[in-house]
Nanobody, 124 residues
């Protein structure tokens, strides 16, 4: 069974940076497509950045140029570098994995593997 564990969340002031990490375990399969989802206060969980098994990345418009998704396949790690953070970036951030493509902007309703999330709070 695939297990995902996020780390790296915290509280920062607007304009600051954070790097989230997601460690994957429980499977030797190397072809997962992965994404970072955000659920803000009173909002639905939504994919803000995705990376496919071939390394192709995608982002929602509001984070383009500020967030960078990457992965270390050898270590089964997924990252989200978040720069120039804004208060509207506040939310719980979840790592997710699927055997089919993960789309930025999607709600991930059919994605089978999720972490428990890490909280990011950006103050103005």
């Amino acid at each position: 069974q695939v297990q995902l564990r996020e780390s790296g969340g915290g509280s920062v002031q607007a304009g600051g940076s954070l790097r989230l990490s997601c460690a994957r375990s429980g499977s030797t399969y190397s072809g997962y497509h992965m994404g970072w989802f955000r659920q803000g206060p009173g909002q639905e969980r939504k994919c803000v950045a995705a990376i496919q098994s071939d390394g192709t990345t995608s982002y929602i418009d509001s984070v383009k140029g500020r967030f960078t998704i990457s992965k270390d396949g050898a270590k089964n790690l997924l990252y989200l570098q978040m720069d120039s953070l804004k208060p509207e970036d506040t939310g719980m951030y979840y790592c997710a994995a699927d055997i089919v493509s993960v789309d930025a902007g999607s709600f991930g309703l059919s994605i089978p593997y999720w972490g428990r999330g890490t909280q990011v709070t950006v103050s103005s």
